[in-house]
């Protein structure tokens, strides 16, 4: 129980943190958080339907649609119609997309490197290696979580 209350505690620290990184990425910028995401999630596709855009977000069509609105108005994304099936619609990200999602990686690189350059090498090394550990420990919780489709749920903390 001791692990679980000390994960429960530091839990809205590292949210606070992570979230102060991502809103100085955002600033000046039109977009909402989760209109990056779908704008991330686009790009990496290259060219995807709508509906993948909204099972891989786990939104509502009606959601996705709207956020696709926003990014094509802001010419970030473009929309097209596919011309056999009318009801299928796949989106792209413009050139203009792909440059502001390269400015802003960028952006989280000098973000991060800004906050590792506050860190000893010893501590930088200790926080990559217990990301990384998180990381493992959360893909592994999710493969697992995906496994258990049908049978009781179990409770996770995060």
Known sequence: MERIARIAEMYPQIMKVMGRLRSTLH???DLSYNQF???LAINDKGTCPLTTLATELAIAMSSASEMVDKLVNLGLVRRSVDTESRRRVTIQATVEGENLISD???GIV????SLLERLSDSDQER???ALETLVIILGNTNV???SQVGKPERSTIL
């Not at 000098?110 to 490197?113: A, D, K, L, S, V």
């Open 144 to 146: 697992m979580e995906r």
């Open 110 to 113: 000098e973000n991060y490197r």
């Open 104 to 106: 802003l990686q960028k």
């Open 127 to 129: 926080l990559v290696d």
């Open 37 to 39: 995401k779908m704008l």
């Open 27 to 29: 600033e000046g910028m």
